[in-house]
């Protein structure tokens, strides 16, 4: 019912940057907070980690400690897009990055885009 398609993932080196962003749509999509996480290499589901979230209206957002100063989350409402900037890489943001939309009690995943930061 909710459809979520990340893009912009690739590889760079260490320091470089790269710009996710996660496209929703779907017939019950409305107005409600999105988050990116991370799944790093050789971990489960599970322990997906946190990396940054954003209110509907874009006026709050929040980060892990780990990407803080580094990553900028952002969105277009008239897109229905989130975007994550990523600046400052370092070999310890390689991971799939998805982003989520909560609803009603159910966790809408996208398919998940790969980042590889080289050192």
């Known amino acids: 019912q909710v459809q979520l398609v990340e893009s912009g993932g690739g590889s760079v080196q260490a320091g470089g940057s790269l710009r996710l962003s996660c496209a929703a749509s779907?017939?019950?999509?409305?107005?409600?907070?999105m988050g990116w996480f991370r799944q790093g290499p050789g971990k489960e589901r599970e322990e997906r980690e946190f990396?940054?979230?954003?209110?509907?209206?874009?006026?709050?957002?929040y980060y892990a400690d780990s990407v803080k100063d580094r990553f900028t989350i952002s969105r277009d409402k008239a897109k229905n897009t989130i975007y994550l900037q990523m600046d400052h890489l370092t070999a310890e943001d390689t991971a799939v990055y998805y982003c989520?939309?909560?609803?009603?009690?159910?966790?809408?995943w996208g398919q998940g885009t790969q980042v590889t930061v080289s050192s």
């Open positions: 779907g017939p019950t999509f409305s107005s409600k907070a």
């Open positions: 990396v940054a979230a954003i209110s509907w209206t874009g006026a709050d957002t």
């Open positions: 989520k939309y909560s609803q009603r009690g159910t966790d809408y």
